[in-house]
């Protein structure tokens, strides 16, 4: 599976939209990229996905570039309930395993 | 929506005992279950693949005889760890795909913190 790099960490102010980067400059042409999060203790919650389209659910919205070598993760109004580390990764669509690199921790501030 | 349920989300033994830690898929098949260790402020390491009837897949590096995996129905998925020691002390999490589902996402369940005494 491609590699992603993402920033360590990332502060939103409450209300704003968030912004997350991921670079997958290696991604395959099977090769999806996934949005988990984690809050901490817990296990990681799916937010969204996609392969070459824009993709929009009520979470989020995910943006790739043409190339796919990188994506973002748009939160519209991030809230506090939003703080956790947010993990990209590309696996195929029917990727055996899911490896998780140190993914961005985002702080929601007040 | 599909949910994973893992049991027990806590437990605390003393060095030398066994522990189990289940994951069921409550309302899909899951031919394939993911094992994933978790460190304090680390990531998530994957530990082991399960497969439905047949023998698990480990991670190099992971001890195959220490932390022994069944998967013996489409909806269950247990780890053992054997002769548990306070290096074992960690969040295991485990994961699983919806068989009918296969190009879709992976559903976590919520975790078991392990504290081996």
């Known amino acids: 599976d491609a590699k992603t790099t993402q920033p360590t960490s990332m502060d939103c102010a409450e209300g704003r939209a968030a912004n997350l980067p991921c670079n997958h400059s290696t991604i395959s042409g099977n090769e999806y990229v996934y949005w988990y999060r984690q809050i901490h203790s817990q296990g990681p919650q799916y937010i969204i996905h996609?392969?070459?389209n824009n993709e929009t659910n009520e979470m989020a919205s995910l943006i790739i570039t043409e190339d796919r070598k990188s994506s973002t993760l748009i939160l519209p109004h991030a809230t506090l309930r939003d703080t956790a580390v947010y993990y990209c990764i590309v696996a195929t669509g029917t990727a055996s395993k899911l490896t998780f690199g140190t993914g961005t921790r985002l702080q929601v501030t007040l | 929506g599909a949910v994973v349920s893992q049991h027990p989300s806590r437990v605390i033994c003393k060095s030398g005992t066994s522990v189990k830690i289940e994951c069921r898929s409550l309302d899909f098949q899951a031919t394939t279950m993911f094992w994933y260790r978790q460190f304090p402020k680390q990531s998530l390491m994957l530990m082991a693949t399960s497969n439905e009837g047949s023998k698990a897949t480990y991670e190099q590096g992971v001890e195959k005889d220490k932390f022994l995996i069944n998967h013996a129905s489409l909806t269950l998925s247990t780890l053992t760890v054997t002769s548990a020691h306070p290096e074992d002390s960690s969040f295991y999490i485990c994961?699983?795909?919806?068989?009918?589902?296969?190009?879709?996402?992976?559903?976590f369940g919520s975790g078991t913190q392990l504290s081996v005494l």
């Open positions: 994961s699983a795909r919806d068989r009918d589902r296969l190009n879709e996402k992976l559903f």
């Open positions: 996609g392969l070459k």
